[in-house]
């Protein structure tokens, strides 16, 4: 008996210190020079439950003010599985976008493989991205918006609309993304039947980023399985339209064909940008939609010089059948301008963005080891008292007389580096036709419990419901 009590109390001593031994190895990652300070967190998950902790829609991340205060701007953690440093600091972001493709390079944690799958095409970088950024921006950019989308997100946004008066009440959120998938799908495919494009629109919809939030949710889990098998049957469609275009040789003027004709780029790589586009964009930019018309409705000076402005292009309109105009919207809408960048500024589309490590780098007297993630808080910039007066007030006269790019040290909301977001002027120019349509034609009202919170991404735990009415 006492040999099995001995034999035991060795190997429950022994247990006890293989975990110790682990769980400090867990804490104090091996580095060649002096680690951010900060904490790992628990062993495999980290600190992650605690970064998807909800928040309020105006309140920095607690996640971040916290060990901000107790480490300082650049500190280290584990989230998402992954070693992980996270910069506020703004200079030192700049630095990150400076050194691009040498010493840092765009990644996301293994996590997000789960839903997107685990291609190389989603981190690809160098010239293959620089050249299909090019490709995009023949679309997306302002002469393939000139040319190519203005016409169809004109018509998608004043029918959807249109469609949308006679319910007495809808999800604002919903409506946008439908509105903006019915318009991308033909410029993304242009050869689908009537009942391919509708089943491929439900397969765009059913993909969203409600998964990204709190693990402990089961609407989470429901999420990422629904995103999960839309991502899968998406990509299906693609490769089947782009085997039969290769057999049988046609030729379209769309996006697939564009990108398949270059010779740069392999299928699988073909078919996952191709997929991305359109869920990118009605994820970001449905939500800056409705939080722009939240904004408007809560501010009766901002409604009121908004429908000046839109009355007027009404006005000097040759034709009044006419939908919105390049020109009109590059030249007749400056105020309309002021309300998407403040927007913009307020919502963070994209709070965090990632990088990774490709060699050992020194910033600041620390050492951030290969192959960690770089965690860059650009939100953080945009509450900044320093930069915005009364940053939580929503004032789009703030940017009157600025001429606003899409990245600065101070206005970080399209990422940055050779990331910076291809789609930026088709989010703005989405954003500046539904007002137009909404502020001419309709009146309009927010539902009381249309809140918005943070997971950090923006959500909406009771919907966004509006209610609009034909202006008499």
Not at 159 to 169: D, I, N, Q
Not at 228 to 247: D, G, P, Y
Not at 417 to 444: I, K, S, W
Not at 451 to 464: D, I, Q
Request: hydrophobic share 40%.
């Amino acid at each position: 008996m006492n040999m099995i009590w001995n034999v035991s109390i060795c190997v429950t001593a022994l247990v006890v210190v293989l975990i110790s031994r682990w769980w400090y190895r867990w804490s104090n990652p091996k580095c060649n020079g002096k680690l951010p300070p900060g904490t790992m967190g628990l062993p495999i998950i980290g600190e992650t439950l605690d970064f998807f902790k909800s928040y309020g829609f105006n309140e920095t991340s607690p996640f971040i003010s916290k060990r901000m205060s107790r480490y300082g701007p650049i500190f280290r953690t584990n989230i998402f599985g992954s070693n992980t440093v996270v910069v506020t600091d703004p200079d030192v972001m700049v630095e990150v976008f400076r050194q691009e493709n040498t010493a840092f390079v765009f990644s996301l944690p293994d996590a997000f493989g789960i839903v997107l799958g685990k291609d190389d095409a989603i981190v690809n970088h160098g010239k293959t991205h620089k050249h299909f950024k090019q490709i995009t921006l023949n679309f997306l950019g302002p002469e393939g918006l000139k040319k190519k989308l203005i016409g169809g997100m004109d018509r998608a946004a004043c029918e959807g609309l249109r469609s949308k008066a006679s319910l007495g009440s809808f999800n604002l959120k919903e409506a946008a993304e439908s509105l903006i998938i019915k318009h991308l799908i033909p410029k993304l495919i242009s050869n689908l039947g009537a009942e391919a494009q509708e089943n491929l629109m439900d397969i765009f919809m059913a993909f969203n980023l409600d998964w990204y939030q709190s693990f402990f949710s089961l609407s989470t889990w429901k999420s990422l399985y629904r995103s999960f098998t839309a991502s899968r049957a998406v990509k299906k469609v693609i490769s089947n339209v782009l085997l039969s275009r290769k057999e049988s040789g046609e030729k379209h003027d769309d996006i697939l064909n564009t990108v398949m004709e270059d010779e740069v780029l392999d299928d699988k790589y073909v078919i996952f940008q191709t997929y991305v586009i359109p869920i990118a964009a009605k994820d970001t930019t449905s939500v800056m939609i409705s939080m722009a018309v939240k904004y408007i409705t809560s501010n009766p000076k901002v409604y009121l010089e908004l429908k000046r402005e839109h009355n007027a292009i009404l006005q000097n309109r040759v034709d009044k059948n006419s939908g919105v105009s390049w020109e009109e919207y590059k030249n007749n809408m400056s105020f309309t301008k002021m309300v998407i960048n403040e927007t913009l500024r307020l919502v963070n589309m994209a709070p965090v963005m990632f990088r990774k490590t490709l060699v050992d780098v020194t910033i600041q007297g620390y050492t951030i080891p290969k192959g960690w993630m770089v965690f860059l808080a650009t939100s953080l910039l945009h509450y900044d008292p320093a930069i915005y007066e009364n940053p939580l007030e929503f004032n789009p006269w703030r940017w009157e007389g600025k001429d606003v790019v899409n990245f600065s040290k101070s206005f970080m909301v399209f990422g940055g580096g050779m990331r910076l977001c291809p789609g930026a002027e088709f989010a703005r120019l989405q954003v500046a036709v539904v007002l137009h349509h909404l502020v001419t034609n309709y009146d309009f009202t927010m539902a009381q419990d249309s809140e918005a919170t943070r997971t950090p991404l923006v959500s909406f735990p009771n919907g966004m419901h509006m209610s609009i009415s034909p202006i008499n």
